[in-house]
């Protein structure tokens, strides 16, 4: 490694540090990286281009996400910053970090589970007849109902825990 | 359906305005493979602005908060479609959407048919959430395998989207259907109301011709099966009979929409109209 490709890497690393620090603006309890929607960082000469892919299609924290990042990386001395939109592949709730599932259920919203069993439960059918299997974020219990397919945002459902009475979010899998 | 009008004269008060305060519309003129496109952004896009009409009145907080999240998805898919779309004609997502006069859009019939504030019952917008979100679950996974890069991309995202609406529509539908005899008799007539449209979803012409040999996405007739296999399940849980084929076909898909659309596109065109360029 050349000391050019060493200071690249430097800035590189820097920059993911501070995404790191850059919260979800509807979920403020875990970060950018934890959600996974940061794919990569790439150094172009001057400037810094870090690439998203964005959750949900019709996320109204997208636009508002992109410009925190921008404005963070500027602020922490490494930029000019731009943000790019990756589509393909599409995000899932599988690239949320184990850190970030942690930080969630901390926060009192149940982390999603696998999505491996929702492709194969793709084939339509009523959301009753679905299984439901997600664990109290505040006592664990696995005794909960879902109250509202929704919730303060379409990434989440609400649900009450049975055991403690306590009422909770959900972050969907997807 | 809809009755053909001349196109109305410049109005004194359009004129007389000052050139601020209105706006022209854009000339839009797709390609049969754009066109093909703007069905599905523009179906997307209408039914949004249909189920937003329920927010503050669904009958329940929890339908008030899922319907409106459904338009928002519908909204953002629109977006992604319309700026794609943009893209290769020189308008951008806002033009699109607020500028087009009426003939320009390509949306469905069955999406602008009126909601709550013609009256319409909650059946109405259940039933109709539940027959096009199916077909766009079934649209968006044909779009996967688009040849067009950033169509499949978009449909990557919207699939999944898209499972989840037509999974709540469907256990809408039964609840209503199987519930009471009073929601049974809403959703009959709600059945009655809307299946004429269904046929327009599943009609052939040049524009999905253009698309499939373009490799851009599926003839609609060939969802027809697929969308079948969805719909007829709930329908025998829900209680409720698919009715029989009729003739009526309507033309929204061709521009050519019902007497509802007009009133729709003043109320979401309004802002734009009013305060050209207009952001916040």
Known sequence: ?????????????????????????????????DLGIVRDVIEHGDALEV?????????????VIEQAIADA??????????????????????????????????????????????AAAANVQPIRLM????????????????????????CKSLYRCIACREPFEHFKPI | MSTTFAPLPTTASA??????????????????QQAYLMRVGDSCLIHAQRLAEWSGHAPILEEDIALTNLALDLVGQARALLTHVG?????????????????DFRNFTLAELPGRRAGRDFADAVLRNFLLSAWMNLMWARLEQSGD????????????????????AADWVVRLGDGSDESMRRMRQAVARLWPYTAELFETDDVDSAAAEAGLGPMRAAL?????????????????????????????????????????????????????????
């Open chain 1, 73 to 118: 990386l500027v602020a922490a001395g490494l930029g000019p910053a731009r943000v790019t939109q990756r589509r393909a592949p599409a995000w899932t709730t599988d690239w949320i970090t184990p850190e970030g599932r942690e930080k969630l259920r901390a926060y009192g919203i149940a982390p999603p589970g696998s999505c491996a069993g929702e």
């Open chain 2, 87 to 103: 893209r290769q004609t020189g308008f951008d997502e806002d033009q699109l959407a607020f500028l087009r006069n009426e003939r």
């Open chain 1, 1 to 33: 490694m050349t000391a050019h490709d060493a200071a690249v890497s430097a800035r590189v690393a820097q920059a993911w540090d501070v995404l790191h620090g850059v919260l979800d603006p509807e979920v403020p309890a875990i970060s950018v990286t």
């Open chain 2, 15 to 32: 004129s007389n305005a000052a050139a601020s305060t209105t706006t022209e519309s854009i000339v839009f003129q797709p390609t049969p």
């Open chain 1, 51 to 63: 690439v998203v892919t964005p959750t949900y299609s019709g996320c109204p924290a997208t636009e």
């Open chain 2, 224 to 280: 027809r099966v697929d969308w079948q296999a969805i719909v007829e399940p709930v329908f025998a849980d829900a209680g409720l009979q698919v009715p029989a084929a009729g003739a009526f076909r309507s033309t929204g898909s061709r521009g050519v929409h019902s007497e509802h659309m007009g009133y729709l596109l003043a109320e979401m065109q309004t802002l734009q109209r009013s305060f050209p360029g207009g952001v916040w």
């Open chain 2, 149 to 168: 890069a950033e169509v499949a991309a978009i449909a990557g995202q919207a699939v999944k989207e898209s499972r989840y609406h037509v999974a709540h």
């Open chain 1, 131 to 154: 299984a439901r299997d997600v664990a109290c974020p505040r006592c664990g219990s696995a005794q909960t109902e879902r109250l509202s397919a929704f919730g303060s945002t379409a």
